[in-house]
């Protein structure tokens, strides 16, 4: 008897001792409130999945003037709503296996209120030494974006760096402003990027991509990306066959924090090949499109790359912000066909009081397209916004962002038409 109750005292005092060696945490945003939008510009085309006027990107331009505004209670415009799941395990000697799991979420209960589009992934961590992940993660600019913009990159229009349309599949939080392709969610899959004065701006998630982080040391953090999705096909005909096709896309970053200094700096490229195809320059909409529709597509073989820069000063009373990135996709087969978009961005945010902070912005860019006889556009945004904390986890905000395009063109072209977009938003935001 006595043996027996030992034995089931080791097996307890076995099992507590392993399970305090791990730990999940769940985590998440719920962010609701009131939204509206105004635009004022070209006619679009709809997309079958959307509502209102927001467009696909693949023929932006050549409509009627028209003025739309939306106004309804919707959700995620100051942060994306999500729910996440990460932990780890101790596995001795400093070192613990680690993993993240997390999924949008749309808490209006429209379609797609729950997908596990965000990250996924699993790796190792070495204290003193850093992380290697593998799976669905954010990239290197993004990673240090989060950390140096004035105006957290939010969902609304008028940041130039951070420039996003996302929309659900029966409508957008931002309704009215043209919706080009998405550049919250692309893959190393070859699925269309297109860059515009609203959107664009670089890629901030990719998928089949291993990243390790170093920890910070003296001040500095350094992490490097790589991710590949390679396919090759033989024998197979018919529409729809892709053939071969080699896409890769590799980045990195570093991190300095000096006192009350903070300076980041970041690249990433993404390549897309397919062997099988000849390297054009229009065509299909298989590979990188201009977003304004004057240029064609790419073709199949193409590349894109996107450089980010920032500093920030925390003066305690305020803490400024100066951002700049540039853009630049093309034909591998003929690098002068192409688009480009560049944008510089300073900001300022401070706490007026213990719970009350207060941040602007304010952006300017140009996107143009260097095939010949394509044409061209200046825009500038801004953003102001404040924040009512109730608590660590809970806030009120307001917020606006607008931006305004010009109108510029090339000899022989139907040019760039002029766009104006704004949005406006109140609500709660919870983090848990």
């Known amino acids: 008897m006595k043996k ?23 985590y998440g945003i ?9 635009y004022n510009g070209t006619s679009l085309t709809p997309n079958s999945s ?3 006027i927001a467009q696909s990107g693949s023929a932006v331009g050549g409509g009627q003037a028209v003025n739309a505004s939306s106004a309804s209670f919707g959700q995620s415009a100051e942060s994306t709503s999500r729910l996440g799941f990460k932990g780890s395990e101790d596995l001795g000697g400093g070192t613990s296996a680690i993993f993240t799991v997390e999924a949008a979420l749309n808490p209006n209960g429209q379609a797609n209120a729950f997908a596990f589009n965000r990250q996924t992934f699993a790796g190792l961590k070495k204290n003193g030494l850093g992380s290697a992940t593998i799976g669905t993660q954010y990239t290197p600019i993004f990673d240090v974006m989060a950390t140096t913009d004035a105006a957290g990159m939010n969902n609304l229009a008028g940041n130039a760096v951070y420039a996003t349309n996302i929309q659900s599949s029966t409508g957008t939080y931002n309704t009215g402003l043209p919706n080009y392709v998405s550049n919250t969610s692309t ?28 920890d910070r040391m003296a001040g500095a953090q350094v992490q490097a990306f790589y991710a590949q999705s390679n396919q090759s096909q033989s024998g197979l005909t018919g529409a729809g066959v892709s053939g071969a096709y080699n896409n890769t896309m590799f980045g990195f970053n570093a991190d300095y924090v000096w006192n009350k ?19 054009t320059t229009s065509g299909t909409s298989t590979g990188l499109i201009l977003a304004n529709g004057t240029a064609g597509s790419f073709g199949t073989n ?40 560049s944008a510089y961005q300073l900001g300022a945010k401070s706490f007026i009081t213990p719970t009350i ?13 260097a095939q010949a006889g394509t044409a061209y556009a200046n825009f500038r945004t801004t953003q102001i916004g404040s924040d009512y904390y109730l608590s660590k986890r809970t806030n009120l905000y307001v917020a606006y962002g607008s931006f305004n395009q010009s109108s510029n063109g090339a000899t022989g072209t139907t040019g760039v038409s002029g766009v104006s977009g704004m949005n406006y938003a109140s609500g709660i935001r919870h983090t848990f």
């Open 261 to 279: 200094l903070n300076v980041v700096a970041a690249y990433q490229s993404i390549r897309s090949q397919n062997g099988q195809v000849a390297q």
């Open 302 to 341: 193409n590349s894109d790359n996107q450089t980010y820069a920032a500093a920030t000063y925390d003066f305690g009373i305020v803490k400024t912000y100066a951002q700049y990135i540039t853009r630049k996709a093309f034909a591998t087969a003929d690098n002068n066909f192409g688009t480009s978009r």
């Open 357 to 369: 902070s207060v941040y602007a912005t304010y952006g300017m860019g140009k996107s143009s397209y």
């Open 50 to 52: 959307t509502t209102g």
């Open 187 to 214: 893959s190393t899959t070859g699925a269309p990027i297109s860059i515009d004065a609203n959107s664009g701006a670089y890629v901030t998630r990719a998928s089949n991509a291993v990243k390790f982080q170093s």
């Open 4 to 26: 027996s109750l030992l034995a089931v005292a080791a097996i307890g005092a076995f099992a507590s001792a392993a399970q305090a060696q791990s730990s999940v945490t769940v």
């Open 30 to 38: 719920l962010d609701v409130g009131f939204v509206g939008s105004h």
